[in-house]
Nanobody, 129 residues
Framework: QVQLVESGGGLVQAGGSLRLSCAAS????????VGWFRQAPGKEREFVTIINYSGSMTYYVDSVKGRFTISRDNAKNTVYLQMNSLKPEDTAVYYC??????????????????????WGQGTQVTVSS
């Protein structure tokens, strides 16, 4: 059972940057696609980005494209989310999650939370205006 632990959240002013980390407990992590989701108060959890097992493919939702970068270091069993030009609307609890698939049956990058098998506990990101 792969366990995921997020870190790096915090309070930052608008326009600032944070780097989140998602550390895995097992080497099998390198076989998984990893996604980041976020959930703001009173809202549903939403997909943010995904990276495939090798790091050669990534996908972002439009709202973060050009500002967020996902990457991974399989030697360290860690995935990163670099967040730049942060906005107050980025405020949320951020979760990393592992999935055995990068592409869903629709041949789109996997954006569905129920397709992810492993989840971290989340890390709070708060962006002040």
């Amino acid at each position: 059972q792969v366990q995921l632990v997020e870190s790096g959240g915090g309070l930052v002013q608008a326009g600032g940057s944070l780097r989140l980390s998602c550390a895995a407990s097992e080497d099998t992590f390198s076989d998984l696609a990893v996604g980041w989701f976020r959930q703001a108060p009173g809202k549903e959890r939403e997909f943010v980005t995904i990276i495939n097992y090798s790091g050669s493919m990534t996908y972002y939702v439009d709202s973060v494209k050009g500002r967020f970068t996902i990457s991974r270091d399989n030697a360290k069993n860690t995935v990163y989310l670099q967040m730049n030009s942060l906005k107050p609307e980025d405020t949320a609890v951020y979760y990393c999650a592992g999935s055995r698939i990068y592409y869903s049956l629709s041949m789109m990058p996997n954006r569905e939370a129920n397709e992810y098998d492993y989840w971290g506990q989340g890390t709070q990101v708060t962006v002040s205006s």
